[in-house]
């Protein structure tokens, strides 16, 4: 099936309906990417405090992914999309207005609760409305949108900090994760099947999350998404905009210019990503994106010139948007019946473990022995849990028609 604008698809266009609000919840993360750890800074507060702030995010993200996919099965995706850009636009306004770096923390906290309730049911939507067949390519329009937001918040965000100071960028939230609540409201109809509840059974067995992390090639594909988000919140968002301020002497506005780069570059892999997933296999874009993510982590370890800091940075990016919709892809092939949302969100859940566990780690690593050797953690890190991948998760798209994956989650 061709998929694109042109073949006016229903499928596709509810996904792309789907997109314009995710793009708008997104566009609020990217305005307070490259201000987060100055913003965090102005309280006075060490380095792994700032990693200690953005693994609060992640730590309300973790402690609402399952939650958020249980909603999912319950009440339908729609309803949590809208509480999710609800509970943003609070967060938003709170962090604009703290007072101390502790009510700043609460606030981000927030913004996690909301993050996971819409990204959660977002994630479960795709998997709804899309078949093994189109699945990496609807994940890929999906996670386009995602990273539209990405892309084009941080430019703006450094403006505007640079204009009217680090706490703007945090009232923007509210605008732009209002404006997508008012959109799912509008035009994102239900897409949980009302026959099964779209996996909600699944969620209530007391053994289903049990039979998930029993899965090996669940546990495989979850490590990847740790490893992704180990190093989003560890080095893109705890430690990058520290390193191009001192090292390179870098504004908020080039920091912007930085980190909207990245996602640019994000942006620009993930098709490519989706399309190789489904003419080639999940495993085709997955190892190959997550190889490019470690170069560019080694790279970063290096301590060099602009040039080899540029180019590790948008290595980061287009790695990541060459395994994301790949993976998301793998564990909705891999998820038993009645086990769909909660699949995506044990799998969400365990990927906002490396969100969390990143940015003190990293943070504290670094105030201790240095920058460039918590990088080369991470960059072994994330060659190990590569080639556990690469050598021991089977393929998940090749398989004999009209049968499930071997090893298929929740068995």
């Known amino acids: 099936m061709k998929v694109g604008p042109a073949s006016f698809d229903p499928t596709f266009l509810r996904v792309v309906g ?11 993360h990217g305005i307070v990417s490259p201000v987060l750890p100055l913003y965090a800074q102005s309280f006075g507060v060490s380095l792994s405090l700032v990693g200690l702030l953005v693994a609060g995010f992640g730590m309300a993200r973790l402690l609402a992914n399952l939650p958020a996919g249980i909603l999912a099965g319950q009440l339908g995706r729609r309803r949590v999309l809208f509480l999710g850009a609800v509970v943003s636009t609070l967060g938003g306004v709170l962090s604009g207005l703290a007072g101390s770096f502790e009510h700043l923390v609460v606030a981000r906290m927030l913004n996690g609760v909301g993050s996971a309730l819409f990204i959660t049911s977002a994630l479960t939507y795709v998997a709804d409305v899309s078949t093994p067949a ?4 609807y994940m890929s329009v999906y996670q386009s ?32 994760s209002g404006a997508a609540a008012l959109w799912v409201t509008l035009y994102v109809p239900e897409s949980r099947p009302p026959a099964t509840g779209g996996g909600s059974a699944g969620a209530g067995r007391g053994g289903g999350i049990g039979r998930l992390l029993r899965n090996r090639n669940f546990v495989l594909v979850s490590l990847i998404a740790f490893g992704v988000f180990f190093t989003r919140g560890g080095v893109q968002q705890t430690l990058l905009p520290v390193i191009g301020r001192d090292r390179f002497g870098l504004s908020p506005s080039q920091l912007g210019i930085l980190f909207g780069s990245i996602a640019a570059m994000n942006l620009l892999t993930i098709p490519v990503g989706g399309l190789i997933s489904d003419r080639l296999g999940r495993k085709a874009s997955v190892v ?23 180019a590790g940075s ?11 919709p790949a993976s998301a892809a793998y564990v909705s092939d891999i998820a038993a019946a009645g086990l769909l949302s909660l699949a995506l969100a ?34 072994a890190f994330r060659a190990l849990g590569t080639a556990a991948f ?14 499930r994956p071997a090893g298929e989650a929740g068995q």
């Open 18 to 28: 789907l997109g314009v609000a995710t793009a708008l919840m997104t566009l609020s």
């Open 134 to 137: 189109t699945r990496g390519r």
């Open 346 to 379: 044990l799998y969400r859940t365990l990927a906002d473990v490396g969100l969390v566990a990143g940015p003190p780690l990293l943070g504290g690593l670094s105030d201790l022995v240095g920058v460039e050797v918590a990088l080369l953690a991470a960059t």
């Open 314 to 324: 948008l290595l980061l990016g287009l790695g990541s948007g060459l395994s994301g």
């Open 145 to 176: 949108c995602f990273l539209l937001g990405i892309t084009l918040g941080p430019v703006p965000g450094g403006f505007l900090a640079d204009l009217f100071g680090l706490r703007a960028p945090f009232f923007a939230i509210g605008l732009a």
């Open 288 to 310: 190959p994106g997550s190889l490019l993510d470690t170069l560019g982590l080694f790279l970063l370890s290096i301590e060099g010139s602009p040039a080899q800091f540029w």
């Open 390 to 403: 690469g050598l021991l998760a089977v393929e998940s798209l090749r398989r004999p028609a009209g049968k």
